[in-house]
């Protein structure tokens, strides 16, 4: 009589998927908000209403990598694939921050120098 018992029986282990977030992936994120904490604090951004324009820039940020990240995963991977869907990903991520930079630096320029 071979029974088994529902104990002994190992549950088929579901293969992760390669996009899913891992423990270092939250590591880097919080390496990235530091160094740009430190970035803030040397170039001795003092004025409240920049240091609030630069904390909600990061914000702002975050919240649109991971939308668009959730996007482009459900809506661009079927039709491009995996590997397709992350590079338009990261090279739009990275218009969008060279992008906000350039603003933020026009608006402390004029802000400084009215």
Do not use: C, K
Request: proline letters at 5%; aromatic letters at 14%; charged letters at 15%.
């Amino acid at each position: 009589m071979s029974a088994s018992s529902p104990s002994s029986e190992t549950p088929a282990r579901q293969p992760s998927s390669w996009y899913q977030p891992r423990i270092w992936h939250y590591l880097l994120l919080v390496v990235f908000v530091a160094l740009a904490i430190l970035d803030i604090q040397a170039h001795r951004v003092r004025e409240p209403l920049l240091f609030t324009l630069a904390l909600a820039g990061f914000v702002a940020y975050a919240l649109i990598g991971w939308l668009g990240w959730w996007t482009a995963r459900r809506r661009l991977e079927v039709r491009l694939g995996p590997v397709r869907a992350v590079a338009i990903y990261a090279i739009a991520m990275g218009v969008l921050f060279l992008s906000a930079t350039v603003i933020y630096l026009v608006i402390e320029y004029a802000y400084r120098n009215r």
